[in-house]
């Protein structure tokens, strides 16, 4: 499946099962990328990760996180603050009751930008919108 099948099947606010086959196709193409570079298909990564921001549900933080970790290639593809689907201070909170060192890395980075002003007039609202123009055009 390449970015603009899973468009078209998923849409950008997908639901239910869907998300289920979304998180499948993100992990299988993070695999892939963590392997040998190139060799997952990051602009069908990226997709997936503002699907799930989109989603809301901060279960699948670690899951984009975990992408953005992939490769460099990747890590310019995704946007940190696709992250923040559910907001920075409950993705923040999150992170903080999580143990696994992952979600302190993740966490760290955030409060690292956070502290530079990168997340200052954050909207989720407004950051779905921008990739509502992205994936129109």
């Known amino acids: 499946m390449d970015e603009q099948e899973s ?31 190139g060799d997952g298909d990051t602009v ?6 503002v699907q799930l921001f989109n989603s809301g ?18 890590a310019c593809s ?16 999150h992170l903080s ?5 992952s979600a302190a890395a993740a966490l760290d980075r955030l409060r690292e930008l956070e502290a530079d002003g990168e997340f200052e007039d954050f909207s989720v609202e407004e950051y779905s919108a921008v990739y509502d123009r992205y994936y129109v055009d």
Request: net charge neutral.
């Open 7 to 37: 468009l078209r099947r998923y849409g950008l606010r997908p639901v239910g099962a869907d998300l289920d086959e979304i998180r499948a196709l993100l992990r299988e193409h993070t695999a892939r990328e963590r392997r040998a570079q």
């Open 44 to 49: 069908l990564m990226k997709l997936c990760c």
């Open 57 to 74: 549900d901060l279960d699948d933080v670690l899951l984009v996180w975990s992408a953005k970790q992939a490769s460099f290639d990747a």
């Open 78 to 93: 995704i946007d940190i603050e696709l992250l923040l689907g559910h907001g920075l201070d409950a993705t923040k909170a």
């Open 97 to 101: 009751a999580n143990r696994a060192p």
